[in-house]
């Protein structure tokens, strides 16, 4: 058997992100690139601009910075509220996946 969750942010009925635009945001932290992480993710650069835009809209603040080319070709990272929100729903995800294993133990020596 198997649980699966998916964990969705919220500020207050307003949805924020969920387990795709997290994707998005780890990818891009990890790549320093937009398009590797869209790649990736097979998603439209459009899209993952939509996605970035929306979640900084409901928020107020950038969660990501992008810089132009040269001969390093630009790129993009976190801000440091962005590396916040994912640690913030990585921290969230962890305790509920640990609550879920720590059941189904329980569950399985009854």
């Known amino acids: 058997m198997r649980i699966e969750i998916k964990l969705?942010?919220?500020k207050g009925d307003t949805l924020i992100f969920g387990p795709g635009t997290y994707r998005l945001?780890?990818?891009i932290?990890?790549?320093g690139n937009i398009s590797e992480a869209c790649r990736k993710l097979k998603i439209s650069y459009k899209k993952a601009l939509r996605l970035i835009n929306n979640v900084e809209k409901k928020l107020g603040i950038k969660v990501v910075e992008?810089?132009?080319g040269g001969a390093s070709r630009g790129?993009?990272?976190l801000t440091r509220e962005g590396k916040e929100i994912?640690?913030?729903y990585e921290d969230a995800l962890e305790m509920i996946n640990k609550t879920i294993r720590d059941y189904i133990?329980?569950?399985a020596q009854r």
């Open 25 to 27: 945001l780890k990818l």
């Open 105 to 107: 133990k329980e569950m």
């Open 66 to 68: 992008t810089f132009k």
């Open 8 to 10: 969705f942010m919220k």
């Open 75 to 77: 790129g993009a990272r």
């Open 86 to 88: 994912i640690k913030l």
């Open 29 to 31: 932290d990890e790549s």
